[in-house]
């Protein structure tokens, strides 16, 4: 039986960002990641819609998001691949009352943590994104560092880096179990561990109790729709998110790509391949039309108009810490991908050092859940 140092579960940019991370901090560790696909970024990874903010309602997503964004943009300069981020800030919109003071109020937040936001009237609202049906609009809130990259070579920088100072992978097969310091393959094999890392995103929920822990991961379906070029979209659009009904775009090349939380699409299961459900753009339509009236008029590109799986969690936040002799580092909800270099840091830390020592992340500890100590994060897309 071969034996690591570390085997992490999960070949995602959660999985890999993780081992980059940890070969940083202790080069000569043995490090492992396994997945049942067989390359890497096959799961939720590539089928993020790749959003990078720091504009959320709780301090710790906001310090998660702000050390990523400076990991971001060095990316390429640390790992050397390019990944397409484009700084063009995230715009969140309100009809009501009770959003604009929200905003307003989580807007205090994130300045006392360093996040360069700030509310927009609905001039300049107007001004950055000229075709909004801004008639009903009571509040918004920018922030300039927020932007999108490329998911896919996210983690294909995070792979490549990790490789290069020593870690491999077994793909192609899938982790079953645990037990005496070992991970049980499908194969019939077992690969000796030090340590386990789990990071398997929406299928941790079933895995976690093969590996005899409890992790309350449950897979949603989101899925986002493609058009075909859209004439006149600004240079700098930054991502827009109506706060009232989730409803979100950004640019995709020269189209847009369009993004709803649409109850009637989640799943329950976790094995469901995630196909794009063309009854979407019906329910999508009236929330589109509403507040981007120019949606009569654009084209859809069905064949590349994906679906995919958040592992959500009852409070929205993340779980990373140890839950028995498992280190956690799943649950991320849709912001796995904006979050992996502080994840994979805190996460590293944690297996090299005992303990996250760059950020609190009390506040994601697995146990909270059976503690009851939820603090639920409210800025979810």
């Not at 107007?126 to 300039?144: I, M, Q």
């Not at 094999?189 to 976690?208: D, F, K, N, P, T």
């Not at 929205?316 to 498992?326: E, F, L």
Request: net charge negative; charged share 20%; aromatic share 8%.
């Amino acid at each position: 039986m071969r034996t690591v140092d570390v085997a992490i579960i999960g070949g995602g940019v959660i999985g890999w960002g993780v081992a980059y991370h940890v070969l940083k901090l202790s080069p000569t560790l043995r490090v492992t990641v396994i997945d049942k696909q067989p390359s890497f970024a096959m799961g939720s990874t590539a089928r993020a819609a790749g959003g990078v903010r720091a504009q959320f309602g709780t301090a710790v997503n906001v310090d998660m998001s702000l050390r990523s964004i400076t990991f971001f943009e060095e990316f390429e300069r640390e790992l050397g691949t390019n990944i397409g981020f484009r700084q063009h800030g995230y715009l969140f919109v309100t009809a009501t009352q009770d959003g604009a003071d929200y905003l307003e109020r989580v807007g205090e937040l994130q300045r006392r943590r360093g996040v360069p936001s700030r509310t927009f009237s609905v001039d300049e609202v107007r001004a950055r994104a000229p075709f909004l049906n801004c008639d009903d609009l009571t509040g918004a809130a920018f922030s300039p560092t927020d932007g999108y990259l490329d998911p896919y070579a996210v983690c294909q920088g995070f792979e490549k880096g990790a490789r290069s100072l020593g870690a491999s992978a077994v793909y192609g097969t899938a982790a079953i179990g645990s037990e005496s310091g070992s991970v049980s393959l499908d194969d019939g094999g077992r690969l000796g561990a030090g340590q386990i890392v789990l990071a398997a995103g929406h299928w941790s929920g079933e895995l976690a109790q093969k590996l005899g822990i409890e992790v309350p991961i449950a897979p949603q379906k989101h899925q986002l729709a493609m058009t075909e070029p859209v004439s006149g979209l600004p240079e700098n659009l930054p991502m827009i998110v109506d706060l009232d009904t989730s409803f979100h775009f950004r640019p995709e090349g020269q189209g847009l790509l369009i993004g709803y939380d649409d109850p009637d699409a989640r799943q329950p299961h976790a094995d469901v391949p995630p196909y794009f459900d063309f009854g979407f753009l019906e329910r999508l339509a009236p929330v589109a039309l509403h507040r981007l009236p120019l949606a009569a008029r654009l084209r859809f590109d069905y064949k590349r108009s994906w679906a995919g799986y958040y592992a959500e969690t009852p409070d929205h936040h993340a779980v990373i810490g140890r839950c028995g002799d498992i280190v956690v580092a799943t649950g991320f909800g849709g912001h796995g991908i904006m979050h992996s270099p502080a994840a994979g840091l805190s996460v590293a830390e944690i297996l090299v050092k005992g303990e996250p020592s760059t950020l609190d992340l009390f506040s994601l500890r697995p146990q909270r859940f059976a503690e009851q100590d939820l603090v639920p994060e409210p800025m979810v897309i």
